[in-house]
């Protein structure tokens, strides 16, 4: 089966099929003369210095112009997505506009939001972050403009013609491109399991759209081999769903209208300007930076490998040297990285991506201390947050929500860029140390799994590394893709732990879906129902009160009665939408046997005021530090409860006296809870992506549970149908259980009522204890704790008197065994005093052997002596059991048995003898 690409255009309009010589593909185009197909290597970029469109565009006006050409063909404007994808799970940020609709649009367990659809999604790739800046093209941040089409089975909505069509009409009637200069080039794509034919649509050299037509899916072993395509040496077969995946470059598109010599001076001007100026920064020969362009728009540094050679062919070209070259363009580089970097930060932060050292916190530090080091080569003081607030100021209009988070944005960058520069004082004794263990082991080179190390587990760039290790005499070398292979490090996305196995899916898949009276009525305690199926020690019924584990949610326990027995249910878990009940005699069960349920609903009513508050709590938590607040995690107990959340720093008192003092109101004005089952789509319309709070909620159908005008969340488990049965709301304490992620621990309800008795009680007992009211307890506390320390400072006084007097004692003990001077004795004192005595007792040629009479041991060699401390304290050890050991000057331990310790002297001085 072979796929024919022939477009009614090209068959109607006279476009000629050509093969290029220099790449072999095939393209389209109107031009006889043509022999190549346009994309670099084939072609240079021809419109630098000539814009390749009439009319030069910003990027609101060329997005505009895009989304509005889509509008009148039909197409339903949607807004832009998060670029922190919470609707999925299995990548880390959105690097593509048609990952808005994967998975559930594309496999049809969602509608699109509209079909077909236009959108203009900001997409963020760090494959190509070592690329950025130096080659005018590449981007961290870009945004993809797009057409989609979803063409289910029996609803076909258009196809390849319509998409060429469009495409053409675009470009050369709204942008007034010229024709002959457009080629559709023919490359196949793939990826992620699927595959279809595709056009790079090439202008001057730029490739300025590709045109997506997803059609397969990996072939099966068993497929029909007249349906089998191959694509990249890869086996497929026809897809159900057939999408149209477009992309257009909005960059691209408006670097084309200006024709400047990089993408980054035609789209970020307004950093790039005022970064010139602070760094004075001479004005460079435009021919170095055009030159640079077209050469590197020939290839990728992670292709090349070493970016000399592209500074190499530059420096031919313009007529001067490589080292001249390099001073004049890398301020360039550096300011357009930044400007690029910085850009990609805003969106991230304001999308809600916390700097930590995980998933996509990892890949926002990066490029803040990326960006942080290169203000640093600049010779700039100017902090981050200050250019993070041009980008700000510049995008709001069209991003109000930039606007709406600045306070907490500009905080993260500064919070950050101080954690950097705490890292980096750190870092040098690290590196220092590390240096010191490969100079004994004869190297002379920090090897890149190191350099790696030091980037990925203390932050220290590796251009820091460097600094310290020239220093110190250790070659480094920092290959020209270091932060591509960190980041794609990072953008392995972690394998999921299989959870908990049940039953074989098989033995369920005939059952009917079992009734959830828990979400008919939460508050059914007894119920009657049939049992359907008995799989080892898990029984299903037809319908059941008793809710499965999910959601944060524990499941219910309590007891099925069977023939007049009562069985007790342990566990209740859910395997596709049959609901599996885990008792204690399963024998006692059998098919079509009525049986009587009952929860153990104080266990329930607990877990159910505590998910509850949760959502209360959540809501509080976004109101008081930011929008920026993410769950991160949640787990429901009967006497307490835990909330994760996304967050840059520590949460003071004084907020979460706040939090608690908004949470408890919300409980007071018992507002109403309700939930509705809405498709997904519609839900994401409605309330937006806040809905994923809990995490990636599956199904065309999702349960959304609301708390009048305080949150919205999609979620599986059991509430209260007001905020006032919730109780009290009391915070336990925090935790930061890892970078970026702060732990509340809270209890609502009766175990709030127990943990605040519980505190009072132990309020009252220390205050018998001091004999003092309860409120004078913190005063005369602090007056105790006071002198005990000076107290504690007259013992440790003592202490050294005593050291003292013991070494004043033990020096009129000396023994001479041979050459060596030996002290040996049973003391008193800890190990601290024993330590001190050996310390100052210590000379050449002596020995000293300090027992304490709790067993502690010490011994200290003097120089000029060819024995080691630890061998004599294995001497000691062996005679009186315990274990000890330590330097060749200094050993320590405890013996077993302290009745011993003379007799093991006796033995350490035979040894020395």
Do not use: C
């Given at each position: 089966m072979s796929m024919d690409m022939t477009t009614r255009m090209f068959k109607e309009e006279g476009w000629i099929r050509k093969k290029c010589p220099k790449c072999g593909k095939y393209f389209w185009t109107l031009d006889p003369d043509r022999e190549t197909c346009g994309d670099p290597p084939c072609d240079e970029y021809q419109f630098i210095g000539k814009p390749g469109i009439p009319k030069k565009y910003t990027l609101d006006e060329m997005r505009e112009k895009f989304l509005s050409f889509f509008e009148k063909h039909g197409h339903g404007r949607v807004k832009r997505y998060p670029v922190l994808p919470r609707w999925r799970d299995d990548v880390l940020l959105v690097g593509a506009s048609i990952m808005d609709f994967q998975p559930w649009v594309i496999s049809g367990e969602a509608d699109p939001p509209a079909n077909p659809l236009t959108i203009s999604q900001p997409s963020i790739r760090f494959t190509d972050i070592d690329n950025v800046g130096i080659t005018g093209r590449h981007f961290t941040i870009f945004e993809m403009m797009a057409h989609h089409a979803f063409n289910y089975p029996g609803k076909p909505v258009?196809?390849?013609?319509?998409?060429?069509?469009?495409?053409?009409?675009?470009?050369?009637?709204?942008?007034?491109?010229?024709?002959?200069?457009?080629?559709?080039?023919?490359?196949?794509?793939?990826?992620?399991?699927?595959?279809?034919?595709?056009?790079?649509?090439?202008?001057?050299?730029?490739?300025?759209?590709?045109?997506?037509?997803?059609?397969?899916?990996?072939?099966?072993?068993?497929?029909?081999?007249?349906?089998?395509?191959?694509?990249?040496?890869?086996?497929?077969?026809?897809?159900?769903?057939?999408?149209?995946?477009?992309?257009?470059?909005?960059?691209?598109?408006?670097?084309?209208?200006?024709?400047?010599?990089?993408?980054?001076?035609?789209?970020?001007?307004?950093?790039?300007?005022?970064?010139?100026?602070?760094?004075?920064?001479?004005?460079?020969?435009?021919?170095?930076?055009?030159?640079?362009?077209?050469?590197?728009?020939?290839?990728?540094?992670?292709?090349?490998?070493?970016?000399?050679?592209?500074?190499?062919?530059?420096?031919?070209?313009?007529?001067?040297?490589?080292?001249?070259?390099?001073?004049?363009?890398?301020?360039?580089?550096?300011?357009?990285?930044?400007?690029?970097?910085?850009?990609?930060?805003?969106?991230?932060?304001?999308?809600?991506?916390?700097?930590?050292?995980?998933?996509?916190?990892?890949?926002?530090?990066?490029?803040?201390?990326?960006?942080?080091?290169?203000?640093?080569?600049?010779?700039?003081?100017?902090?981050?947050?200050?250019?993070?607030?041009?980008?700000?100021?510049?995008?709001?209009?069209?991003?109000?929500?930039?606007?709406?988070?600045?306070?907490?944005?500009?905080?993260?960058?500064?919070?950050?860029?101080?954690?950097?520069?705490?890292?980096?004082?750190?870092?040098?004794?690290?590196?220092?140390?590390?240096?010191?263990?490969?100079?004994?082991?004869?190297?002379?080179?920090?090897?890149?799994?190191?350099?790696?190390?030091?980037?990925?587990?203390?932050?220290?760039?590796?251009?820091?590394?460097?600094?310290?290790?020239?220093?110190?005499?250790?070659?480094?070398?920092?290959?020209?893709?270091?932060?591509?292979?960190?980041?794609?490090?990072?953008?392995?996305?972690?394998?999921?732990?299989?959870?908990?196995?049940?039953?074989?899916?098989?033995?369920?898949?005939?059952?009917?879906?079992?009734?959830?009276?828990?979400?008919?009525?939460?508050?059914?305690?007894?119920?009657?129902?049939?049992?359907?199926?008995?799989?080892?020690?898990?029984?299903?019924?037809?319908?059941?009160?008793?809710?499965?584990?999910?959601?944060?949610?524990?499941?219910?326990?309590?007891?099925?009665?069977?023939?007049?027995?009562?069985?007790?249910v342990t566990n209740v878990q859910k395997v596709g939408k049959v609901i599996l009940h885990k008792v204690e005699r399963p024998e006692l069960f059998r098919e079509g046997a009525k049986v009587h349920g009952r929860l153990d609903w104080e266990r329930r009513i607990q877990h159910m005021r505590h998910h509850t508050g949760t959502h209360v709590l959540m809501g509080a938590l976004v109101r008081v530090l930011g929008k920026h607040v993410w769950q991160a995690g949640s787990q429901l107990h009967t006497d307490w409860a835990r909330l994760d959340i996304s967050h840059y720093k520590r949460i003071t008192e004084e907020e979460l006296r706040e939090i608690e003092r908004l949470a408890n109101r919300v409980v007071m004005e018992n507002r109403k809870v309700t939930w509705e089952w809405l498709p997904r789509t519609e839900a994401e319309m409605k309330y937006g992506f806040r809905l994923y709070q809990g995490g990636v909620v599956p199904g065309r159908v999702i349960r959304v549970l609301k708390i009048e005008d305080w949150d919205v969340q999609a979620c599986g488990g059991t509430h209260l149908p007001n905020t006032g049965l919730i109780g009290p709301i009391k915070i336990l304490r925090t935790e930061r259980i890892q970078d970026g992620v702060e732990r509340i621990i809270f209890a609502a309800g009766e175990a709030a009522i127990n943990w605040m008795q519980e505190t009072e009680r132990l309020l009252k007992r220390t205050a018998e204890i001091f004999r003092v009211p309860p409120e004078k307890v913190p005063e005369t506390a602090e007056r105790f704790f006071n002198e005990w320390k000076e107290a504690r400072k007259e013992v440790e006084k003592l202490r050294k008197e005593l050291a003292k007097l013991l070494v004043y004692e033990l020096e009129n003990e000396v023994e001479k065994i041979g050459e060596v001077e030996f002290i040996g004795k049973v003391v008193e004192g800890t190990m601290d005093d024993l330590r001190e005595a050996a310390n100052r007792l210590r000379k050449d040629k002596r020995v000293i052997v300090l027992i304490s009479r709790e067993g502690h041991f010490v011994v200290a060699v003097g120089d000029g002596l060819d024995i080691k401390a630890g061998e004599l304290a294995r001497v000691i050890t062996s005679v009186a059991g315990g274990g000890g050991g330590g330097r060749k000057e200094l050993a320590q331990g405890r013996i077993k048995n302290p009745l011993k310790a003379e007799e093991a002297i006796e033995e350490v001085k035979k040894r020395l003898g």
């Open positions: 258009y196809w390849m013609d319509e998409t060429v069509e469009l495409a053409f009409e675009f470009f050369t009637k709204e942008l007034k491109m010229k024709a002959e200069d457009i080629t559709f080039k023919e490359n196949p794509w793939a990826g992620g399991g699927n595959a279809g034919p595709a056009f790079e649509v090439l202008y001057r050299g730029l490739e300025v759209a590709t045109l997506v037509f997803m059609q397969y899916k990996k072939a099966p072993e068993n497929a029909d081999p007249s349906q089998v395509v191959e694509i990249k040496g890869e086996k497929y077969v026809p897809m159900e769903t057939k999408v149209v995946d477009t992309g257009y470059g909005l960059e691209r598109l408006v670097w084309m209208s200006h024709g400047t010599p990089t993408a980054y001076d035609a789209v970020l001007g307004y950093v790039i300007e005022p970064l010139k100026k602070m760094a004075g920064i001479e004005k460079i020969d435009e021919r170095i930076l055009m030159e640079n362009s077209r050469l590197a728009g020939m290839f990728d540094i992670e292709d090349m490998g070493d970016l000399r050679y592209l500074r190499e062919q530059v420096a031919k070209r313009v007529g001067i040297t490589v080292e001249e070259l390099e001073k004049a363009v890398r301020p360039y580089e550096l300011i357009y990285a930044i400007a690029d970097h910085t850009k990609a930060l805003t969106f991230m932060l304001a999308d809600g991506v916390i700097p930590s050292n995980v998933k996509a916190g990892y890949l926002a530090r990066l490029l803040i201390r990326k960006s942080i080091r290169h203000l640093r080569e600049l010779g700039l003081e100017i902090p981050l947050s200050e250019i993070v607030a041009m980008h700000i100021k510049e995008l709001s209009p069209t991003f109000p929500e930039f606007k709406e988070m600045e306070d907490v944005i500009l905080d993260i960058i500064n919070v950050e860029e101080k954690r950097y520069q705490e890292t980096l004082k750190r870092g040098s004794e690290l590196v220092k140390r590390e240096i010191a263990k490969l100079k004994k082991k004869g190297i002379n080179e920090l090897p890149l799994e190191k350099l790696i190390l030091f980037y990925e587990s203390h932050g220290l760039t590796p251009e820091i590394v460097a600094e310290v290790a020239q220093r110190e005499g250790i070659k480094v070398h920092i290959p020209d893709n270091f932060y591509t292979l960190v980041a794609k490090q990072a953008e392995k996305t972690e394998k999921k732990t299989a959870g908990e196995y049940v039953v074989d899916f098989e033995l369920l898949k005939d059952l009917p879906d079992t009734r959830t009276l828990y979400y008919e009525d939460p508050f059914m305690r007894e119920f009657d129902a049939e049992v359907l199926k008995v799989i080892d020690n898990w029984v299903v019924l037809n319908q059941t009160a008793f809710y499965p584990e999910g959601g944060g949610q524990p499941y219910d326990t309590g007891i099925l009665e069977v023939n007049g027995e009562e069985v007790k």
